[in-house]
């Protein structure tokens, strides 16, 4: 798995190297695969960051939780997002 990381990253580099784009990895694919997918791309990536923000102020609260349990992990939660 890493070797076809590897090779992702050796070929996003080689796109950017070529012609430059400023919209990023969905503005790739809208450039060199179609518009719909570079769309759907740029959706998943707003997804994922969604997603990721919440795990990690959950995680967040965990680790804390893990050396004091008389503050529940929902205050801690209230804490990092604030």
């Known amino acids: ?7 992702v990253m050796i070929s996003l580099g080689e796109m950017g190297a070529y ?10 694919a809208t450039r060199y695969v179609d518009p719909a997918f570079g769309f759907a791309l740029g959706w998943n990536y707003v997804f ?10 959950n995680a967040a609260g965990a680790v804390v939780q893990y050396w004091t349990l008389s503050v529940p992990i929902e205050v801690w939660m209230g804490a990092y997002i604030s």
């Open 19 to 28: 012609l430059p784009h400023k919209k990023g990895f969905a503005g790739y």
């Open 1 to 7: 798995m890493g070797l076809v990381c590897y090779f």
């Open 48 to 57: 994922k960051y969604f997603i990721q923000t919440t795990n990690n102020v």
